[in-house]
């Protein structure tokens, strides 16, 4: 299984560090995305990091703030978020989702959910001041 942590609640401007967890299986060989859902809204991916060559991808909404990475040896992959905004507030999740398929090309999982192998439970993530 996946498990997300690391959700609080943070002022605009801050940061936070989600974790994801597998237990039962070695994340090392899969690609990882992070996808979010904020209330109303459908579930999107914002980032991916490949299991072949650690590549990673970002949505626009995300780049150049959120950090994606992984420790192989701790199997978890992490999402570095700087510079948190309001929009940000969301369920984020963490998912097998070989090749970045549905989160390496970002938008709504609407319609891809079946090419997700694993999805966490989720972590939330609430910014407001």
């Known amino acids: 299984q996946l498990v997300e942590s690391g959700g609080d609640l943070v002022q605009p401007g801050g940061s936070l560090r989600l974790s994801c967890a597998a237990s039962g299986f070695s994340l090392d060989p899969f690609s990882i995305g992070w996808f979010r859902q904020a209330p109303g809204k459908e579930r999107e991916g914002i980032s991916c990091i490949t299991g072949s060559d650690g590549s990673t991808k970002y949505a626009d909404s995300v780049k150049g703030r959120f950090t994606i990475s992984r420790d192989n040896a701790k199997n978890t992959v992490y999402l570095q978020m700087n510079s948190l905004k309001l929009d940000d507030t969301a369920t984020y999740y963490c998912?097998?989702?070989?090749?970045?398929?549905?989160?390496?090309?970002?938008?709504?999982?609407?319609?891809?959910?079946?090419?997700?192998?694993?999805w966490g439970q989720g972590t939330r993530v609430t910014v407001s001041s």
């Open positions: 998912a097998v989702d070989p090749d970045c398929f549905v989160a390496g090309t970002f938008g709504p999982v609407t319609g891809r959910e079946s090419y997700i192998e694993l």
